[in-house]
């Protein structure tokens, strides 16, 4: 498969593999032939550019939130792009295992688009390289798909950008790799999501706790408060889980 020419071949497992996990890194509306990331994959695998960007484009027609946006994707896709999606939609923790696998194999070792950071909490700190690379991989996941926003504020400083988990790194292992587990959120709203001081409804409300929005303070007010019972910025991809989301509001928020 490396490092020579694969036009006109049919795509293989290990190729697809390599793709999609691309696909759930990167916007949707950055899935071109001109981005670097999609250049170094082309390359790794002996196809050109373009062909990568079009394959990017058939997984974009199985994803429900781009077609709820009317956003078709590309049509024509084969039976192998429609059993790999389902396969792996069932298991983000085994599509990054396996994309690895496959780099390493190939010798290819792409570089991330976001700067990769550890969960935070001492129970949460990943110490071995399978684990680093799932936090990666839901990172890039989880901020493409919010297209590098908070979804409460809005704000796009990426620096203040936090690939939140919504069940805890620590509580459940199938459910940290999980694009749908996370929300793009600021560092301070982050902060109230992990102590309970703020949830979503099930209709992505925000729903601030009581411990919030009887304070006074003028700060309080303008700068947190005045977001209760907004709507969540809505991602492109991998909308957050409402079993995920009535977890959180079970196990950490405070209703009172």
């Known amino acids: 498969m490396h490092g020579s ?3 006109g071949q049919k795509w293989c497992r290990d190729e697809l593999i390599l793709a999609l996990e691309l696909y759930c890194r990167i916007p949707f509306s950055r899935t071109k032939a001109s981005n670097p990331r999609v250049r170094r994959v082309a390359s790794a695998i002996g196809r050109t550019p373009a062909s990568v960007a079009r394959k990017l484009g058939n997984f974009g027609a199985f994803d429900p939130e781009l077609k709820k946006r009317k956003i ?12 790999i999606w389902t396969e792996f ?28 950071e550890p969960p935070s909490g001492p129970s949460e700190r990943p110490g071995t390289r399978k684990q680093r690379l799932h936090q990666s991989f839901f990172r890039d996941a989880v ?14 400083i990426g620096e203040c950008l936090v690939a939140s988990h919504i069940v805890p790194w620590s509580e459940s292992v199938e459910t940290r790799a999980n694009p ?20 979503f409804r099930d209709d992505l409300t925000v729903a601030l706790s009581p411990k919030i929005t009887t304070i006074k303070e003028e700060p309080v007010q303008s700068l ?13 991809r991998f ?11 079970e196990h950490r928020f405070h209703s009172t």
């Open 89 to 116: 939609n069932d298991d983000w923790s085994e599509l990054v295992s396996q994309a690895e696998a496959i780099r390493l194999r190939l010798k290819f070792f792409d570089e991330p688009d976001t700067v990769w």
């Open 180 to 199: 749908m587990n996370g929300i793009c959120l600021s560092a301070t709203i982050d902060c109230l999501f992990d102590r309970g001081l703020l949830t």
């Open 224 to 236: 947190v408060a005045c977001y209760d019972n907004r709507p969540m910025l809505r991602p492109e």
């Open 239 to 249: 909308l957050p889980d409402r079993d995920f989301l009535a977890w959180h509001r």
């Open 5 to 7: 020419s694969r036009y």
């Open 143 to 156: 901020l493409s798909s919010y297209v590098g926003r908070c979804a409460v504020t809005g704000i796009s």
């Open 72 to 83: 078709t994707g590309l049509g024509h896709g084969s039976k192998l792009d429609q059993a």
